[in-house]
């Protein structure tokens, strides 16, 4: 007699109250902001957003436990039935008519109840092929419907060692791969299914989410099947020989055709009415405390981690742009090219002139390599020497000697350095700077210009052409500092309505 008036009142409050309600309204803004950025992809430019991400072992009830929070069916079989990260957005509306589409490769598809499962299939295969084979690119899967709670996850392939029905061998490999890129930042959530009817140490899934995550912190554990190992569960979540920080959630799965909203009747007589499960504490059974812990976790995460999204995105910009602003000027025109080309032809000779003729090394300053002046005195020193031995050296002597009036003039400038009195040093290091004289001021500017401007012309036009790595480097940079100014945009907004509610 008791159990149908439970039942019948139960069946009231179940039609007409979502899974969470006191949440949403605050909830909402924010999620909508992560979620934003995650479709900016901004995580590529190693920003983390706080996730919520669902993993556990293959036949661990993962996908029950999802319909149930979602209210729709998802694909169900043999082998792994998820082989993308399948990011699900839900969002609760007043409206009775759900809305669902699958967003994928830059493309919108809508669906409904009925076909979503079939839905998902087919954008699968088109992500990762009509095989068995997983792959990294996410598949978001998007439901505004009454009832549900407000709340992004991330479910995962289920875990397998043994590859089967034509897997691929590394089958293992794989899916860990994927599995730790999602749950081993610090800002991620850890939603680990367990089934009631294993042993918890034992199950692949604790395993790896202990590799990144030791004492649980940001672990939450649903078990499963509940109904179908009643014996000793409440002793085994209470127990803890896992360490699961943020507790343990008990629930049933649905059965068969079974609606959701019977579902949820059934689900809650059991824990109501079934004399081992009744007595598992109330704050750790149901669909609706799960819904209602994971919006509570989501809520708490997204606020700590909210400040640190700004900076990183703020600093990101900022580096970017900086290092933009470093490479060399991009050339539009003809015009541009002419200017810069007459401008370095001029700073390459005042440089030249600089070094060669006056002997200024500001520079180069501890470069000696670079001190022309004092490397020419070197070298016509060093020439000198070898000169004093050979035979017909007296000869040449007295012809220089003839020619010392000349450059008495030479030795009268200031930037000339008289080293040495030989009228042999005087005169090789004057004709050495008179050619580079020569060179500095008329051959060098020419040779550039017959370069530039040869028999085959289009000289300045090439200016224009950067090369491939820089114009890359240029494009890469461009990308990112466009996706980052959109998220700091998404951020602005979000901090900008918080400091309103606040105030």
């Known amino acids: 007699?008791?159990?149908?008036?439970?039942?019948?009142?139960?069946?009231?409050?179940?039609?007409?109250?979502?899974?969470?309600?006191?949440?949403?309204?605050?909830?909402?803004?924010?999620?909508?902001?992560?979620?934003?950025?995650?479709?900016?992809?901004?995580?590529?430019?190693?920003?983390?957003?706080?996730?919520?991400?669902?993993?556990?072992d293959q036949s661990s009830g993962k996908s029950s436990v999802l319909e149930s929070l979602a209210g729709i069916s998802l694909p169900r079989g043999q082998g792994i039935c998820t082989r993308v990260p399948l990011i699900m957005r839900l969002q609760h509306v007043p409206n009775p008519n759900a809305e669902i589409y699958l967003d994928f490769h830059g493309k919108i598809v809508p669906t409904d109840e009925p076909c979503v499962s079939e839905a998902i299939i087919l954008a699968t295969d088109e992500i990762a092929g009509n095989g068995k084979g997983i792959s990294h690119t996410p598949l978001t899967l998007v439901v505004k419907k009454n009832g549900v709670p407000d709340l992004t996850m991330v479910d995962l392939p289920g875990i397998t060692r043994v590859p089967v029905h034509g897997q691929p061998e590394d089958i293992y490999e794989q899916i860990s791969n994927i599995i730790l890129e999602y749950i081993k930042p610090e800002e991620s959530i850890i939603l680990n299914v367990l089934s009631s009817t294993v042993d918890f140490p034992t199950c692949e899934s604790i395993r790896m989410s202990q590799r990144v995550d030791r004492f649980g912190q940001r672990t939450l554990a649903v078990v499963t099947k509940a109904d179908k190992a009643p014996e000793g569960l409440r002793e085994k979540v209470t127990?803890?020989?896992?360490?699961?920080?943020?507790?343990?959630v008990c629930?049933?799965?649905?059965?068969?055709?079974?609606?959701?909203?019977?579902?949820?009747?059934?689900e809650a007589r059991l824990f109501e009415v079934h004399p081992l499960l009744s007595k598992i504490d109330k704050s750790m059974v149901g669909i609706p405390v799960l819904a209602q812990r994971l919006v509570q976790i989501q809520a708490t995460i997204i606020s700590k981690c909210l400040p640190e999204i700004v900076q990183e995105i703020v600093g990101k910009l900022n580096a970017n742009v900086s290092e933009l602003n470093k490479l060399p000027q991009k050339l539009s025109s003809t015009a541009e090219a002419m200017i810069a080309f007459m401008r370095i032809v001029g700073l390459s000779k005042e440089s030249l002139k600089n070094v060669l003729l006056i002997g200024e090394f500001d520079e180069y300053r501890d470069d000696e390599d670079m001190h022309g002046t004092a490397r020419l005195a070197e070298m016509v020193s060093n020439y000198s020497e070898e000169l004093s031995n050979r035979g017909e050296y007296m000869?040449?002597?007295?012809?220089?000697?003839?020619?010392?009036?000349?450059?008495?003039?030479i030795l009268a400038k200031p930037s000339i350095s008289t080293t040495s009195t030989s009228w042999v040093n005087i005169v090789g290091f004057g004709e050495l700077m008179f050619s580079v004289k020569i060179l500095v001021n008329r051959e060098m500017e020419t040779e550039i210009v017959k370069e530039i401007m040869g028999s085959q012309g289009g000289g300045i036009e090439r200016l224009l052409e950067e090369s491939p790595s820089v114009a890359a480097k240029r494009d890469s940079l461009n990308k990112s500092i466009r996706l980052l100014n959109d998220s700091k945009e998404v951020v602005a907004k979000i901090v900008d309505k918080i400091a309103t509610h606040a105030d």
């Not at 629930?251 to 059934?266: K, M, P, T």
Request: aromatic letters at 6%.
């Open 1 to 56: 007699m008791h159990a149908p008036q439970f039942l019948q009142a139960s069946k009231m409050e179940c039609c007409h109250a979502p899974l969470v309600s006191s949440y949403n309204d605050r909830i909402r803004p924010l999620l909508d902001a992560v979620d934003k950025l995650r479709h900016l992809k901004v995580m590529q430019e190693g920003i983390q957003l706080p996730t919520i991400v669902v993993v556990g």
């Open 239 to 248: 127990a803890d020989d896992v360490n699961i920080g943020l507790g343990y």
């Open 251 to 266: 629930v049933r799965n649905r059965i068969g055709d079974e609606s959701y909203e019977n579902a949820r009747l059934e």
């Open 395 to 409: 000869t040449n002597w007295s012809k220089l000697m003839a020619s010392q009036n000349v450059f008495k003039e």
